[in-house]
């Protein structure tokens, strides 16, 4: 995983996975020294950051605000999970949790054995390792959480408000107007409800649960785009409005944020320093960019 960080996430295309002429003698050899000292920097660097390097990697932006919140309303209670690895005939795929570095960078397939924790307070984790940062996901890559509802009458969960960071060098044209391009336009969001037999082990009816979601057909609830960007404040985007509890059985609320590879995500730099939207692109335009303050309603 370190190669794919130093060798695609920074200068890497993403096409198909998430993820120089000579000249004379002299410059060839300052051009291997060259070459040579970025190699021991880079692979100093990806030993210490791991995955944090998407979006923290710059010194221009801080990815401060890259986790999220969910709220609630009158007497709803949870408790929220993380899908922390899957584990199929007694091997191990990694799930939101990079095993090798240790930051949520997301994971690629959906898989059945799937382990969910608990998440905690933020007080309970050193700076990074809160669950709830999605500072770390990789293009081409999903983290996926449930909530557990234990009391109360929600009816729906939203996106109920979210801010973003974005750079005046990284734009294009819309009907010639310049237009910042947004991490939004590359993130998608899923959201889905069902309630499962109550064995009493709350770990056993994630996993039941989850072998439900993981196979349903949803439809990105997160739909900006270049064509269609989000207002200034964005208006709610809700997620899942089916929720209909069953105190007979467990109730869960499963939800996933992915950071698309889509071709139609995909922008080129040009020489005159706008980006367009290219099936010859990557996303490396979006490398710099945030989304901040997420906060999900449950009510």
Same mark, same amino acid.
């Given at each position: 995983m370190i190669s794919i960080v130093s060798n695609s996430l920074f200068f890497g295309h993403f096409k198909g996975d998430p993820m120089n002429g000579k000249k004379n003698q002299k410059s060839h050899r300052n051009k291997i020294i060259l070459i040579s000292l970025f190699n021991v920097i880079m692979a100093s660097a990806c030993l210490v950051t791991g995955t944090l390097a998407w979006f923290s990697a710059n010194t221009a932006v801080e990815a401060?605000?890259?986790s999220f919140k969910v709220k609630t309303i009158d007497s709803i209670d949870y408790d929220l999970y993380y899908l922390?690895?899957?584990?199929?005939?007694?091997?191990?795929?990694?799930?939101?949790?990079?095993?090798?570095?240790?930051?949520?960078?997301?994971?690629?397939?959906?898989?059945a054995g799937s382990v969910f924790e608990l998440v905690g307070e933020e007080a309970d984790y050193e700076e990074g390792k809160?669950?709830?940062?999605?500072?770390?996901?990789?293009?081409?890559?999903?983290?996926?959480f449930a909530l557990d509802i234990k009391s109360g009458n929600p009816k729906s969960f939203a996106l109920s408000s979210w801010g973003e960071t974005t750079l005046d060098t990284v734009k294009t044209k819309v009907n010639e107007v310049d237009v910042n391009i947004s991490l939004s336009w590359a993130i998608d969001m899923y959201a889905f409800f069902t309630s499962v037999t109550n064995t009493e082990n709350v770990l056993s009816d994630l996993t039941n649960g989850f072998d439900t979601y993981r196979v349903q057909t949803l439809e990105d609830k997160f739909g900006y785009d270049q064509e269609s960007p989000a207002l200034n404040p964005p208006d709610p985007s809700v997620l899942c409005d089916s929720i209909t509890l069953d105190n007979t059985k467990r109730n869960l609320l499963f939800f996933t944020i992915a950071?698309?590879?889509?071709? &139609?995500?995909? %922008?080129?730099?040009?020489?005159?320093?706008?980006? !367009?939207?290219?099936? /010859?692109?990557? &996303?490396?335009? %979006?490398?710099?960019?945030?989304?901040?303050?997420? !906060?999900?309603?449950? /009510?």
């Open positions: 401060t605000g890259m922390k690895n899957f584990v199929v005939d007694e091997t191990s795929y990694d799930g939101n949790l990079n095993s090798t570095t240790e930051y949520f960078s997301g994971y690629e397939t959906n898989r809160d669950p709830r940062n999605i500072s770390g996901l990789w293009p081409n890559h999903r983290l996926t950071f698309s590879n889509d071709e &139609s995500t995909w %922008y080129l730099k040009k020489d005159n320093g706008y980006y !367009e939207k290219s099936t /010859s692109g990557n &996303s490396n335009c %979006y490398e710099r960019l945030s989304l901040t303050d997420l !906060e999900f309603t449950l /009510s």
